[in-house]
């Protein structure tokens, strides 16, 4: 069975510092790996995601992830934080062997301090 | 807007009483998710249907739950006899029948059972 583990309830950052915030997963086939994001009374937004090829994705408001197999990892990082990248943010796996059921982590509240 | 939308987005109603939600999804989608969503935790998966077929439940998914997709367009999610334990937000989402889509959320209907 897949799952996702994101074992932070919550990063602090530094405003201008870079954040890092983890996602590991368990799949049986290959993983197809995604980050969203979630602002207070909102729906989540897909930010990024990996499917095959480089390792290191990038995706919108300056957001990249690194897969790492070895690791079964799949972080999220930006070089540079910003206030307004105070949010939720939940990793997501879905198994590329053959089901369209995407697996959400219990989230990551990151707060960026000015 | 040509999003996924959801209505109503707030429902509070009595123990015992029944409940249906909507979802429009994307217009050209043929997958549609429902997940389900409490204070603190990630989405977790409740059903998904590509165009007007279910094609899988969550075993946590209890018979008062069904979902329909009968025209493979918009989706009804009933919840019937309805028990504090189902007070969430339910999260609609569509996605594009190639393997790699990722979803597209709608806002979510909040559901506060008294």
Redesign the interface.
């Known amino acids: 069975a897949q799952s996702?583990a994101?074992p932070e309830d919550q990063v602090n950052v530094a405003e201008g510092n870079p954040l890092t915030v983890k996602c590991t997963y368990s799949v049986s086939g290959n993983p197809?790996l995604?980050w969203?994001v979630q602002y207070p009374?909102?729906?989540?937004?897909?930010l990024l995601?990996y499917?095959t090829g480089d390792n290191l994705v990038k995706g919108s408001y300056g957001f990249e992830a690194e897969f790492n197999k070895s690791q079964t990892s799949f972080h999220l990082k930006k070089p540079s934080a910003l206030v307004s990248d105070s949010a939720l943010y939940?990793c997501?796996v879905r198994d590329?062997a053959g089901?369209?059921?995407?697996?959400?982590?219990?989230?990551t509240r990151l707060k960026v301090l000015a | 807007d040509t999003g996924v939308s959801q209505d109503p987005r707030h429902k509070i109603t009595k123990r015992g009483q029944n409940v249906t939600f909507r979802c429009d999804p994307i217009s050209e989608h043929n997958r549609l998710y429902w997940y389900r969503q409490t204070l603190g935790q990630g989405p977790e998966f409740l059903t998904y249907f590509q165009n007007e077929a279910q094609l899988e439940k969550s075993r946590l998914l209890s018979d008062r739950f069904s979902a329909e997709r009968p025209k493979g367009s918009f989706s009804t999610l009933e919840i019937q006899r309805t028990e504090q334990g189902d007070s969430a937000m339910y999260l609609c989402a569509s996605s594009l029948i190639e393997s790699t889509g990722e979803l597209f959320f709608g806002e979510g209907s909040r559901l506060t059972v008294l």
């Not at chain 1, 009374?41 to 897909?46: E, K, T, V, Y």
């Open positions: 996702v994101q197809y995604f969203y009374n909102r729906g989540l937004q897909f995601k499917i939940f997501a590329g089901t369209y059921k995407y697996i959400f982590g219990t989230g």
